[in-house]
Every structure is written in structure tokens, then in C-alpha cells.
């Protein structure tokens, strides 16, 4: 078989490319591969983050039972669907978050093992970090003790929370006049 490129060398590379379900293949001789650089000679896979994110919800979206509801699903801010946002792996804009949470949810805890960040914090944001941890689970505590009726309980909680949002604002004050001065 000729090379595809210049139709004079014999092909001895052959390439063949599956993208989103569409296959095509292309016959190279080694200086027309080099030339379009469609080969890496370092033999590392190429791995696209993407497309690892596509396929992992593709599976997730087929495995569902109402798979139309959700393919249906859309951002009301870009348009986005979550049918577009499976094939494609990359989100439209920060709204796209909200929209597809229910669906994103499972997927993140089965990629992650949890859906809240765990990693590393820069110690300039730690305590910040720490701080809002903390009043999402007091949020959360009051609550359940709202629902449960605890009132007394609930008080206490409800004093907490307002003495952790104090100390926030006043963290960020504080952060704010530190950059005025810089």
C-alpha cells in the first residue's frame, strides 16, 4: 500500500485514530509521519484528561436509567446538555456545576472517592479553608436539630455559626487591609 501523503514511499505506519465513536485510519511511509507528526517516537501513551472524563460519563449516562432525562439535562446559563457535556468531558461555564450536580455527584465519588477537595491548601488560605469546613457542618448540625425539633441544641449551634461567620469577616477584613498596604 502507497502512502496516503506523498503516494510514492510504501506505507509502514498505520494509524488508526477513535474519536468519539468515529474511526479513521491514515497509511503513512516514516517520513510523511514524521513530517505530520502524528507519531510520539518516546512511546509515553498519550492520555487526554478529557476524554478520560468523557468516557467515564458516557458509561455513567448509559448505565442510567433515565438516560433521556438526563441526556436532556442543560445548562440554563451556556446551553450546555449533559449529553454534550458527556461526549465532550470539559464543562460550558461555572453554571454548568450546578446544573449537572446530581449527575456529577456519583461520577466524582467514584473517580475521587469523596466530592470534597482533600488535597493540598497554599497556608495563606488554610484557616479559610478550615473555617468554612467547619460551618457547613455546623449549617448542617442545626439542621438536623431543627428538623428533629432540639431547638435548645439548635440555639447553641445557631450562636456558634454567628461567632465563626464574625471571625470570618473579620479574617477577611484583615486580609484586605494587608493588601492595601502592599
Known amino acids: 500500500m502507497l502512502c496516503q501523503e506523498c503516494q510514492q514511499n510504501e506505507a509502514t505506519i498505520h494509524i488508526v485514530k477513535n474519536i468519539n465513536g468515529k474511526q ?86 467514584r473517580i475521587h472517592a469523596g466530592t470534597a477537595h482533600t488535597g493540598k491548601v497554599p497556608l495563606h488560605v488554610q484557616s479559610r479553608v478550615r473555617q468554612r469546613r467547619e460551618l457547613a457542618q455546623l449549617k448542617d448540625k442545626l439542621k438536623l436539630k431543627v428538623e428533629n425539633e432540639e431547638f435548645e441544641e439548635a440555639a447553641v449551634l445557631r450562636d456558634q455559626i454567628r461567632d465563626l461567620e464574625t471571625r470570618m469577616q473579620e479574617g477577611q477584613k484583615d486580609l484586605l487591609d494587608k493588601g492595601e498596604e502592599n
Open 24 to 109: 479513521t485510519e491514515l497509511h503513512l511511509c516514516e517520513q510523511c509521519a514524521i513530517k505530520k507528526e502524528e507519531l510520539d517516537f518516546s512511546f509515553e501513551p498519550q492520555f487526554s484528561l478529557h476524554q478520560f472524563f468523557a468516557g467515564i460519563l458516557e458509561q455513567g449516562l448509559q448505565n442510567s436509567r433515565h438516560e433521556q432525562d438526563v441526556a436532556n439535562l442543560q445548562c440554563p446559563s451556556c446551553g450546555l446538555t449533559f449529553a454534550q457535556f458527556s461526549q465532550v468531558g470539559r464543562l460550558g461555564c461555572s453554571e454548568c456545576y450546578k446544573a449537572f450536580e446530581k449527575r456529577m455527584k456519583p461520577l466524582l465519588r
